[in-house]
């Protein structure tokens, strides 16, 4: 390979690993028109059909590649998952085998092979073998522990699904996956309440801002918060309604009007359970989920109800037991007109925590 064409084909895998596929592609199709016998540009080109998924070209590119050399091992790692995404689980495997073969110090080839026993369920502990392997041979590889992460699921090695994401992180803090798999951990664990998911998200996201995973994970939290706020609307529909005691039986409501003080007593309680249950909690929120819980309110129309009616049924409340009334019809309509939609929509929008 001539210097030229060794600059063209590295400049190619600069651009791949920051994801400018198709300006790598170009690169490398100018290189192979130059010298179409170029067996690293044609591995390289098949890497950059695997990355956006364009598996049938990745088994054109490696077997360009292999036409010139059986024996390029980074053309059978990838020609690999190429024949794996594509159903051909028979030749993925022999293709790793050969790679195996050929570099068994090379903890990609392990990686490669780990994959394709994976198509055999049978196999299953084969392929975390494998993956074991990798790891022994690239102990500060985040491939070889992603390799194990998927082999131990496989498996169901919960301890080493841990392993492969706890060293992936302590190698690379901002690893996508592994920060997104650590993410969704800590929040399904029993006991965890909407805000302190939206903090573990938005706490990942602060890592790896581009991903959707973790973006989704932050918006479901948020919106579990905001549905929370309906209940302290209910709650003070609730105590504004049993100050006058709306709905009277044998005779025992107190009289109408209600004196002020007893009126400013349970505005003053509509107040602190708001406080306590809204104010002071998203006021402590790191900024990252306050910005979350803007953001979606402008994005999401379940969001925006959510929050008209916390705020309705509040204002509601707040009528009950502002005005001092004389009779009970007019608060009993208030009264439902603020309970009775918040109560129909509780359940109706839980499918979009999900």
Same mark, same amino acid.
């Given at each position: 390979?001539?210097?030229?064409?060794?600059?063209?084909?590295?400049?190619?895998?600069?651009?791949?690993?920051?994801?400018?596929?198709?300006?790598?592609?170009?690169?490398?199709?100018?290189?192979?028109?130059?010298?179409?016998?170029? #067996?690293?540009?044609?591995?390289?080109?098949? !890497?950059?059909?695997?990355?956006?998924?364009?598996?049938?070209?990745?088994?054109?590119?490696?077997?360009? +590649?292999?036409?010139?050399?059986?024996?390029?091992?980074?053309?059978?790692?990838?020609?690999?998952?190429?024949?794996?995404?594509?159903? !051909?689980?028979?030749?993925?495997?022999?293709?790793?085998?050969?790679?195996?073969?050929?570099?068994?110090?090379?903890?990609?080839?392990?990686?490669?092979?780990? @994959?394709?026993?994976?198509?055999?369920?049978?196999?299953?502990?084969?392929?975390?073998?494998?993956?074991?392997?990798?790891? !022994?041979?690239?102990?500060? @590889?985040?491939?070889?522990?992603?390799?194990?992460?998927?082999?131990?699921?496989?498996?169901?090695?919960?301890?080493?699904?841990?392993?492969?994401?706890?060293?992936?992180?302590?190698?690379?803090?901002?690893?996508?996956?592994?920060?997104?798999?650590?993410?969704?951990?800590?929040?399904?664990?029993?006991?965890?309440?909407?805000?302190?998911?939206?903090?573990?998200?938005?706490?990942?996201?602060?890592?790896?801002?581009?991903?959707?995973?973790?973006?989704?994970?932050?918006?479901?939290?948020?919106?579990?918060?905001?549905?929370?706020?309906?209940?302290?609307?209910?709650?003070?529909?609730?105590?504004?309604?049993?100050?006058?005691?709306?709905?009277?039986?044998?005779?025992?409501?107190?009289?109408?009007?209600?004196?002020?003080?007893?009126?400013?007593?349970?505005?003053?309680?509509?107040?602190? #359970?708001?406080?306590?249950?809204?104010?002071?909690?998203?006021?402590?929120?790191?900024?990252?989920?306050?910005?979350?819980?803007?953001?979606?309110?402008?994005?999401?129309?379940?969001?925006?109800?959510?929050?008209?009616?916390?705020?309705?049924?509040?204002?509601?409340?707040?009528?009950?037991? +502002?005005?001092?009334?004389?009779?009970?019809? #007019?608060?009993?309509?208030?009264?439902?007109?603020?309970?009775?939609?918040?109560?129909?929509?509780?359940?109706?929008?839980?499918?979009?925590?999900?």
């Amino acid at each position: 390979m001539t210097t030229a064409g060794q600059d063209l084909t590295e400049q190619a895998s600069a651009l791949l690993s920051l994801d400018r596929v198709d300006e790598a592609k170009a690169l490398l199709a100018k290189r192979l028109a130059q010298d179409p016998e170029d #067996v690293q540009a044609w591995a390289k080109l098949a !890497r950059c059909h695997l990355r956006v998924k364009e598996y049938d070209k990745v088994i054109e590119a490696t077997g360009a +590649a292999l036409a010139i050399d059986p024996e390029y091992v980074d053309a059978l790692i990838v020609r690999t998952y190429g024949m794996r995404r594509t159903t !051909r689980p028979d030749e993925s495997l022999a293709a790793a085998q050969e790679a195996v073969r050929l570099a068994p110090h090379m903890w990609q080839s392990y990686v490669a092979l780990s @994959e394709a026993l994976g198509a055999w369920q049978p196999r299953w502990p084969e392929a975390l073998q494998a993956a074991q392997d990798a790891v !022994r041979l690239g102990p500060e @590889e985040t491939g070889a522990y992603y390799a194990l992460w998927k082999a131990a699921l496989l498996n169901g090695r919960s301890d080493l699904v841990e392993l492969g994401v706890r060293e992936t992180l302590r190698i690379d803090p901002t690893d996508a996956w592994a920060l997104r798999e650590h993410a969704d951990r800590q929040a399904a664990a029993p006991g965890v309440k909407p805000k302190q998911r939206a903090e573990v998200y938005a706490s990942a996201l602060a890592a790896d801002p581009g991903s959707a995973g973790l973006r989704l994970g932050l918006d479901r939290a948020v919106f579990q918060m905001l549905r929370g706020t309906r209940w302290l609307a209910v709650l003070s529909l609730l105590m504004a309604g049993a100050a006058i005691n709306l709905f009277p039986s044998d005779g025992d409501a107190p009289d109408l009007p209600l004196p002020l003080g007893r009126r400013l007593y349970v505005l003053a309680l509509i107040g602190v #359970v708001w406080a306590f249950g809204a104010w002071r909690r998203y006021r402590k929120l790191r900024a990252g989920v306050q910005l979350s819980v803007r953001s979606l309110v402008r994005r999401m129309f379940w969001a925006r109800l959510v929050l008209v009616q916390a705020v309705l049924g509040t204002l509601c409340a707040v009528a009950i037991a +502002a005005v001092p009334w004389t009779d009970r019809g #007019v608060p009993q309509v208030i009264f439902w007109v603020g309970l009775a939609p918040t109560l129909l929509t509780i359940w109706f929008d839980r499918p979009r925590t999900r």
